[in-house]
């Protein structure tokens, strides 16, 4: 391999470390709002059914209630999904901080091995 060829392989690393280090790892990932939201539309609904028919209230309440370990287990999975999530991010940002220094180490030894190359063919064409 020439200085040519070098040359292109280290463009190439300095490319995809531009790559690697432009990500944006620091947004915040949706909420799960269908699993926040499915029980609030729940109960709404059967409060308006409460409304126009006084005489199935007491059984809309009961239903309600029944509701009720439905919404703490959804707000348990949604916290738990969280969780996972912040977890999920911080593993995915060590990979990134890993990929990040091992690019750095390949293109410093990129570089090295060019000047070397370099070097070589300076005492060659010189001798």
């Known amino acids: 391999c ?3 060829c070098s ?9 995809l470390h531009q790559i690697i280090t432009s990500i944006n790892l620091t947004t915040s990932l949706p ?10 539309n729940s109960l709404e609904r059967h409060l ?4 126009c028919n006084l005489g199935s209230l007491v059984t809309t309440y009961c239903e309600m209630l029944t509701y009720e370990p439905l919404i703490n287990n959804a707000v ?3 916290s738990a999904d969280g969780e996972q999530t912040g977890n999920d991010a911080e593993r995915i940002h060590k990979r ?8 750095k180490n390949n293109l410093l030894a990129a570089e090295g091995t ?8 300076s005492v060659f064409h010189n001798s």
Do not use: W
């Not at 909420?31 to 609030?40: G, I």
């Not at 060019?114 to 063919?121: A, D, S, T, W």
């Open 76 to 78: 348990t999975k949604v």
């Open 96 to 103: 990134d901080k890993d990929l990040e220094l091992f690019v």
């Open 31 to 40: 909420l799960p709002y269908k699993h926040m939201f499915s029980p609030q």
């Open 2 to 4: 020439d200085i040519d």
């Open 48 to 51: 308006q059914l409460a409304g």
């Open 7 to 15: 040359g292109l392989l280290i463009s190439d690393m300095q490319r």
């Open 114 to 121: 060019e000047h070397f190359q370099i070097h070589l063919n």
